[in-house]
């Protein structure tokens, strides 16, 4: 649970350019989400860890829940580009598996998770913040829309799948996976998913050909 005063009024920032202390207040929550939790960014301790005064988090950001939402961005915003270039080469179903093991690993290995379970966790105790941090996952559901339309296009899945409903459910199940896997530091039957899910599209990949070999 959050500390009482120290992550109210979420809201418009004060500075918004870009700037030396700033970019280190952002990478100082970051790491100070995934390594002492929600409760534990305050902004003494974000401060700390940029050597800074911390009025100046209140400067930048105008308070300590604006400064955590941007460090959500921040991981937000680097994790689609890393995503994006992840899923863009995959032509199918099979290829869009092994990519979305590829960074579930390494969402893990860097503790990115971390910075989103504890803003989620964190929300339930700051006015305001919920709608905040549900905003900022309605991307990851567009994103992956589109990631399974363009990979389901030319499957046999493609007429009874609808990529929107899919995505939540995608979102949803990745999310449940990381968090699991971070809390009890075994990632061993996240990773047995993934080995059934490959199964499955390559079966439905060998059924597709197999169909088009047919009608031909």
Same mark, same amino acid.
């Given at each position: 649970?959050?500390?009482?005063?120290?992550?109210?009024?979420?809201?418009?920032?004060?500075?918004?350019?870009?700037?030396?202390?700033?970019?280190?207040?952002?990478?100082?929550?970051?790491?100070?989400?995934?390594?002492?939790?929600?409760?534990?960014?305050?902004?003494?301790?974000?401060?700390?860890?940029?050597?800074?005064?911390?009025?100046?988090?209140?400067?930048?950001?105008?308070?300590?829940?604006?400064?955590?939402?941007?460090?959500? !961005?921040?991981?937000?915003?680097?994790?689609?580009?890393?995503?994006?270039?992840?899923?863009?080469?995959?032509?199918?179903?099979?290829?869009?598996? !092994?990519?979305?093991?590829?960074?579930?690993?390494?969402?893990?290995?860097?503790?990115?998770?971390?910075?989103?379970?504890?803003?989620?966790?964190?929300?339930?105790?700051?006015?305001?913040?919920?709608?905040?941090?549900?905003?900022?996952?309605?991307?990851?559901?567009?994103?992956?829309?589109?990631?399974?339309?363009?990979?389901?296009?030319?499957?046999?899945?493609?007429?009874?799948?609808?990529?929107?409903?899919?995505?939540?459910?995608?979102?949803?199940?990745?999310?449940?996976?990381?968090?699991?896997?971070?809390?009890?530091?075994?990632?061993?039957?996240?990773?047995?998913?993934? !080995?059934?899910?490959?199964?499955?599209?390559?079966?439905?990949?060998?059924?597709?050909?197999?169909?088009?070999?047919?009608?031909?």
């Amino acid at each position: 649970m959050a500390k009482p005063g120290i992550k109210t009024k979420v809201g418009t920032t004060v500075s918004t350019g870009v700037d030396v202390t700033r970019e280190a207040l952002v990478h100082a929550a970051i790491d100070a989400l995934k390594e002492e939790g929600f409760a534990g960014a305050s902004a003494r301790a974000i401060a700390r860890r940029a050597e800074c005064n911390q009025g100046l988090v209140f400067y930048h950001f105008g308070s300590v829940a604006n400064l955590l939402l941007a460090a959500l !961005d921040e991981v937000s915003e680097s994790r689609r580009a890393q995503y994006r270039a992840a899923v863009d080469g995959a032509g199918s179903a099979l290829e869009l598996v !092994d990519a979305a093991q590829s960074v579930f690993e390494d969402d893990l290995d860097a503790g990115h998770i971390a910075v989103l379970t504890e803003m989620i966790a964190g929300a339930s105790a700051t006015p305001g913040l919920a709608p905040e941090v549900a905003a900022r996952i309605e991307p990851w559901h567009t994103f992956t829309a589109t990631a399974l339309r363009r990979a389901l296009e030319h499957g046999p899945l493609a007429a009874v799948v609808e990529p929107e409903v899919a995505a939540h459910a995608v979102v949803a199940l990745y999310l449940g996976l990381e968090l699991l896997a971070h809390l009890d530091g075994d990632r061993s039957r996240a990773l047995a998913l993934f !080995d059934r899910a490959r199964q499955l599209a390559t079966f439905l990949q060998m059924f597709g050909t197999t169909s088009e070999e047919e009608t031909q």
